[in-house]
């Protein structure tokens, strides 16, 4: 019982880590392609 509820802990912080990294990936991605546009709008 116990390593059970340590497996379901363990899958839903994966699970949050997993939805952050999603945030934090969109953010970076979003960051990059407002660069590329500037890089863009110089040239």
Do not use: F
């Not at 912080?13 to 953010?27: A, H, I, P, Q, Y």
């Amino acid at each position: 019982m116990i390593i059970n509820d340590t497996g379901l802990k363990l899958s839903e912080s994966l699970r949050t880590l997993s939805e952050t990294d999603k945030e934090v990936v969109n953010l970076v991605a979003v960051e990059i392609i407002k660069k590329v546009y500037e890089l863009l709008g110089k040239v």
